[in-house]
């Protein structure tokens, strides 16, 4: 009969509405208040985080999540096919991080100082579903990372244990040492990696001032064991050794940056620590650069001494730089590195656990995780609940699973993160110069400035497949060349303005190279990494579609009011 509808018509208008509302939903963006004016708390004050972070706690933040047991073997590692010239590689790295860390510092500023980081940047620059697809990919190398650096801090922990004759070969390998494999290696137990990861959180849930005393402590011992290496060592260098220094070529240091590049992943959890930094707006920029520029003085440094001390193409595979000392009588030293990485995957699993605590604490916020990740502790001041469940998670993977074997798979997440944040702060730029203007010409002003910033990242992929596999240097030059014509268009096509608080130099070509270079090593990444990073996508799209969109809530909601933060003048 006319006027009624037919069971296909009814389906096909709930099929158009659901997509229409998962649209909107996903294009949302998250309001941006000045950071001046506004910090997030709760309505009840004691269920806040508190400010007690200094610009010292945070660089140790930085450091402490940076430089793990890895100074102590990647640099060796390297070396042996770049030579002596893997003091450039780091250089290179390290300026590269620089780049991606001057544009963590604007949006650290800039934004509410309030937790998320990278999820919160793209949230506010860009839309819903971005954000939660980003906070997707860190949270897989979170968990992944947590587990695996915890096996190794067993291993560690068992091997100077077993420097005690009562422990010399009678720990079995289920407590530490590797773990006790089942059903083909597919359980592998070992049960210190959980201990281990629940003292920690257990550290973590005291409140965040206890926590920031452990990773101090550590941290400062750690960096201090590292200055005694390079003293020592300076001592036993020969200067012959580093001759020839690039033996086998610019490509190979060139590709030794590549790898080392991921030593200094780390200094972006300083930009998760916002809400509990006392001056967020001046000690965020100087944190993350700080701790950044600390470690690539240490790299640099053990770098030098390591060949220096032993030819390159002696060095060892597994402990190269224990070994090196070991070769000139300094076996006291050994004892030193061991110590040095016990506190270096110390502070590197603490600081990934206290990241990951805060994110799960920002989406459950915002409505895009059940609201208990949202609880803060009435006393403590920290999210418990949050910081239960990724110790949990981590404690299940370490203790039960070789997570090593999915080591290849890492480094999705941080390269990830990067060229979002890059290009997070090139979209916020734009939006200074046009937030009164809804008009079409600045709707297709702004799709064309993203249309450029991706065009960028896929010439960046390009030519690092192009470099991978040897590829013909024409291609390198047309992929290259696409990517100058697109960050010219940045320049001269959009309209900029400067920031309050820090400003990050150089945009937009800064953020534009940011984007090229990460996305660059992106291509040079196991390929099993982009297949993981394809099917996360896939699976959080999926969460999304079916939980997100419908429990978000990108403003302010009714538990929750803004309160003005102290002013630099009535601190």
């Known amino acids: 009969m006319r006027g009624q509808k037919t069971p296909s018509s009814s389906s096909s208008s709930s099929s158009s509405s659901w997509f229409s509302h998962f649209c909107s939903s996903a294009l949302r963006t998250k309001p941006v208040n000045s950071p001046l004016d506004t910090v997030l708390v709760s309505r009840n004050s004691t269920d806040a985080l508190v400010r007690r972070l200094g610009l010292l706690d945070l660089i140790l933040i930085g450091v402490g999540a940076s430089i793990g047991a890895g100074i102590f073997v990647v640099t060796g590692t390297v070396a042996r096919d770049a030579g002596p010239g893997v003091t450039c590689s780091f250089i290179l790295a390290g300026l590269s991080c620089v780049l991606n860390a001057l544009c963590y510092a604007e949006l650290a500023s800039r934004l509410p100082a309030v937790v998320g980081g990278a999820y919160l940047y793209a949230y506010s620059a860009f839309n819903e579903l971005t954000a939660f697809l980003v906070f997707g990919q860190l949270m897989i190398d979170y968990h992944i990372g947590a ?29 530490g040492h590797g773990g006790e494999e089942f059903f083909g290696g597919t359980l592998s137990i070992n049960l210190l990696a959980p201990f281990l990861l629940a003292l920690l959180t257990v550290i973590l849930c005291l409140g965040v001032g206890e926590s920031s005393i452990v990773n101090s402590f550590m941290t400062v011992l750690k960096v201090i064991i590292v200055i005694i ?3 020592v060592g300076a001592f036993e260098v020969d200067v012959s050794n580093w001759s020839p220094f690039a033996p086998h070529g610019v490509k190979e240091i060139l590709t030794g ?55 390159y193409y002696l060095l060892g595979e597994d402990a190269p730089l224990a070994e090196a000392f070991s070769s000139k009588g300094l076996k006291f030293v050994s004892i030193l590195i061991s110590i040095g990485a016990v506190a270096g995957l ?12 805060r994110l799960y604490l920002g989406l459950g916020r915002d409505g895009l995780l059940p609201s208990l990740f949202s609880k803060v502790h009435p006393t403590r001041h920290t999210p418990i609940h949050s910081q239960v469940w990724v110790g949990i998670v981590a404690g299940v993977l370490g203790g039960l699973f070789n997570v090593h074997m999915l080591s290849h798979i890492l480094s999705v997440g941080a ?9 997070c702060v090139l979209a916020l730029r734009w ?25 960028v990242a896929c010439c960046g992929f390009a030519v690092g497949i192009f470099y991978r596999f040897s590829a013909s240097y024409f291609f390198l030059v047309v992929a290259v060349v696409i990517a100058i014509l697109a960050t010219t268009a940045l320049c001269c096509r959009q309209a900029y303005t400067d920031p309050p608080g820090f400003s990050c130099p150089g945009v937009p070509i800064v953020p534009a190279v940011c984007v090229f270079f990460n996305m660059f090593l992106f ?40 309160q003005r933060a102290p002013s630099e003048a009535t601190r």
């Not at 790898?259 to 001056?279: C, L, M, P, Q």
């Not at 690539?296 to 053990?302: C, D, Q, R």
């Not at 390269?415 to 290009?423: E, P, R």
Request: charged residues 15%; contains cysteine.
């Open 147 to 175: 587990a695996s650096i915890a096996r190794s801090l067993a291993s560690y922990v068992v091997t100077i244990l077993e420097m005690f004759p009562v422990f010399k070969d009678n720990i079995p390998s289920w407590i």
């Open 346 to 357: 110390t502070t590197t699993l603490l600081v990934g656990l206290y990241v990951q605590s």
């Open 415 to 423: 390269l990830t993160g990067y060229s979002v944040v890059s290009a």
């Open 229 to 231: 290496v390079i003293f």
């Open 523 to 562: 291509a040079q990444l196991h390929h099993e990494a982009w297949v993981r990073f394809v099917v996360l996508s896939i699976i959080m799209v999926g969460i999304y579609a079916f939980y997100g969109q419908y429990h978000a809530k990108p403003g302010s909601d009714e538990s929750i009011i803004y």
């Open 257 to 311: 940056a590549t790898i080392v590049f991921f030593a200094y992943v780390g200094f972006d959890a300083v930009a998760n620590s916002a809400e509990e930094s006392r001056r967020p707006q001046r000690d965020l920029p100087l944190g993350i650069i700080g701790s950044l520029l600390i470690c690539i003085a240490l790299y640099i440094g053990v770098c030098l001494v390591i060949t220096g001390m032993v030819p």
């Open 431 to 455: 939006k200074d110069k046009t937030v009164s203007q809804f008009s079409s010409r600045w709707t297709s002003a702004w799709r064309e400035g993203v249309l450029c910033i991706v065009t």
